[in-house]
């Protein structure tokens, strides 16, 4: 796992983009597929980072729920269908 950094005072507003491998970290079993975003949004606050943020989630997403999906889709993730 990468660490994570600190917002730069300079960087500290700027529009974020997240690239989310829904292959390697799927949305675990149970979880309100609805919470991700403004868990991903709180961590990047407790980084320093206030600005504006777009979520891309890619991978093979027929291995996805449906209901998954169309919870994510409806907080505003970008879902993208890619295989290897």
């Known amino acids: 796992m990468k660490?994570?950094?600190e917002a730069a005072p300079e960087?500290?507003?700027?529009?974020t983009?997240?690239?989310?491998?829904?292959?390697?970290?799927?949305?675990?079993?149970?979880?309100?597929?609805?919470?991700?975003?403004?868990?991903?949004?709180?961590a990047?606050?407790?980084l320093g980072y206030s600005?504006?943020?777009t979520i891309t989630?890619?991978?093979?997403?027929k291995h996805t729920p449906e209901h998954v999906l169309r919870r994510l889709s409806s907080t505003g993730v970008d879902l993208q269908h890619t295989v290897k």
Do not use: Q
Request: aromatic content about 14%.
């Open 3 to 5: 660490p994570n950094f």
């Open 11 to 15: 960087f500290a507003t700027s529009k």
């Open 17 to 42: 983009a997240v690239w989310w491998d829904m292959g390697d970290c799927p949305v675990p079993d149970g979880y309100d597929a609805r919470r991700v975003v403004p868990s991903i949004e709180g």
């Open 44 to 46: 990047l606050k407790k």
């Open 51 to 53: 600005g504006p943020v």
């Open 57 to 61: 989630a890619y991978g093979d997403l």
